[in-house]
């Protein structure tokens, strides 16, 4: 092969777009897609704002026991709903305080704080994943009670899933069929009935360290949701 052959080659692998590349670029437009669906909601036709239950819930105290345990039971009902339909539909706001916490702490070191930034987060993520993927699913194999040690009012709900889509990217990652196992942990607010923390407590196989390169239009995303709201990234 002659030097002209090398180099050529040399210049298409150069050329040749990378996985984080096309990840990165899906993040992008995914968070350009979102910011447009939710400037849209925002038009004048939009419903009037609910108010803030989680302030309401401190200044009111706790509720009923009544009131708790059917708002438990909705929550029970719709929680496995929203995270099958996840990517059809993406999540519904009626599930979660106003403070619900965020984090992911095992690969991403990923935390925040907010109902905005965390639907906002979720909708970035059903868009980039609808894009990345062909048919993505989401299918629960077990969901499970346990009640807090260290606080025995206190209720966690642990929800194992397995994820299954093909990559659309062929060309870059092989067309392979990508398969992951997890576990969510959520924290129920004592008071409320509602979904206050939100933990991803573990995911099999450890995901590629890429997804993670692109804190930086995401902390934009997340600041742009809600100015006072912060990303964190620890790793």
Known sequence: MTQTDNKKKNEEKEDKPTTQDTWDRTIKEAIEQARRELEEEASPRKQPQQPQRES????????????YVTTLGRVMVELPQQLEGF????????????????????????????RSQYLGMARVLRIAMNMWFSNPTLTIILLRQQQQQQAPDGIDVYVRWVFEGMARHSEIIGGQESRYEGEFRYKIHPKSGLICVHEVTAIHPAPPTGIFATAGPLARWMGWLAPRGSLSLSK
């Open 56 to 67: 309401e819930e401190e200044e009111l105290g706790p509720q009923p026991v009544d009131d």
């Open 87 to 114: 990517f059809s539909h993406g999540l519904d706001d009626s599930i979660y305080t106003e403070q619900i916490k965020f984090t992911e702490p095992r690969h991403s070191g990923m935390q925040f704080t907010g």
